[in-house]
C-alpha cells in the first residue's frame, strides 16, 4: 500500500467491529497482510474463528480481555488493564514490524474510556504509523483528540435495536 490512513469507527450504534471485519477481508482479498488486536473481547467471536479457519494465511488476530464489557471508569480492574496494555505493545510491534498493511485495533476506543489504556498512548501509537500501514481504531466513544488525528471518522449511529427488547447478543450475529 503506498498511502496508508487512519480511520475511526465509532458510535452507539451496531457495525463498528463489522464494518472493520469487512475492511480486513477486502484487504486480504487484494492480498494484504492484515493484523487485528481485540481489546476488550475475552470470549471468542465469529470473526476469530473464522479467521482462524479460513484466513490465518492474511490475517493474523489476536484477543486481549475478559468475559465482560461492563467496568468502572473511576476504578478498572488491574487484570483488565494488565491486559489492555499487553494488547496494545502487541499491537504496536505489529504495527511498525513491516509485516502488515492494515492494522485494526477493535475497541481500543473503549479501552481508553475504561481508563484502561491513556489517551496519550493511543495517540502516540497513531503518530508513529509508518505511512503505508492503514489504521483502523473501532469503538464507541472515541475521544476527541482521536477523531482529529484520524483521516476518516464515521460514526454508527442507533435508531433502533433489539437490545432493548431483552434480546441478548446473539451467537454468529453480535459475535
Known sequence: MKVGKVQVYTGDGKGKTTAAMGLALR???????????????GRDTGEAIAIRKYLSKSIDIFQCGGKG??????????????????????????????????VILDEVNVAVYFNLLREEEVLDL??????GVEL???????????????????EMKEIKHYYKDKIPAREGIEY
Open 126 to 131: 497513531i503518530s508513529k504509523r509508518p505511512k
Open 27 to 41: 484487504a486480504a482479498g487484494r492480498g494484504y497482510r492484515v493484523f487485528i488486536c481485540q481489546f476488550m473481547k
Open 136 to 154: 483502523i481504531l473501532t469503538g464507541r466513544m472515541a475521544s476527541e483528540k482521536t477523531i482529529e488525528a484520524a483521516d476518516l471518522v464515521t
Open 69 to 102: 464489557f461492563v467496568f468502572s471508569r473511576d476504578n478498572p480492574p488491574k487484570k483488565e488493564i494488565e491486559r489492555a496494555k499487553e494488547a496494545l505493545r502487541k499491537s504496536r510491534k505489529m504495527l511498525l514490524s513491516g509485516e502488515y498493511d492494515v
